[in-house]
């Protein structure tokens, strides 16, 4: 399986970007879908997770409310819409994918992208 992100910029803060992911290899159907970051100097953390049918989302705190996780799996892709760019949303953002929903969360994932960088300028 390859998963290859994409979409990443620099812009300015309250600006939006959309982060797409799209999957080869193999259907993804079957699996939760989620996008990480690693800025500097700093661990990678979750940001956003999908249910393989779609119906269940999860998202940490700091991105609620303005990140959506979206996923087609018709054509094997995830996104990523990032509304309202804050300066400590800059980081590398990857995609992967999870079998077990228990480790959403985690970064216990199957499968990982290369990551597409985002960069908010104040």
């Known amino acids: 399986v390859q998963l290859q992100a994409s979409g990443g910029g620099l812009v300015q803060a309250g600006a939006s970007l959309r982060l797409s992911c799209a999957a080869s290899?193999?259907?993804?159907?079957?699996?939760?879908m989620g996008w990480f970051r690693q800025a500097p100097g700093k661990e990678r953390e979750f940001v956003a997770a999908?249910?393989?049918?779609?119906?269940?989302?999860w998202y940490v705190d700091s991105v609620r409310g303005r990140f959506t996780v979206s996923r087609d799996n018709a054509k094997n892709t995830l996104s990523l819409q990032m509304n309202s760019l804050k300066p400590e949303d800059t980081a590398v953002y990857y995609c992967?994918?999870?079998?077990?929903?228990?480790?959403?969360?985690?970064?216990?994932?199957?499968?990982w992208g290369q990551g597409t960088l985002v960069t908010v300028s104040s």
């Open positions: 992967a994918a999870v079998e077990y929903r228990d480790y959403v969360w985690t970064p216990l994932y199957d499968y």
């Open positions: 290899g193999r259907t993804l159907r079957s699996y939760n």
């Open positions: 999908i249910s393989g049918s779609g119906h269940s989302t």
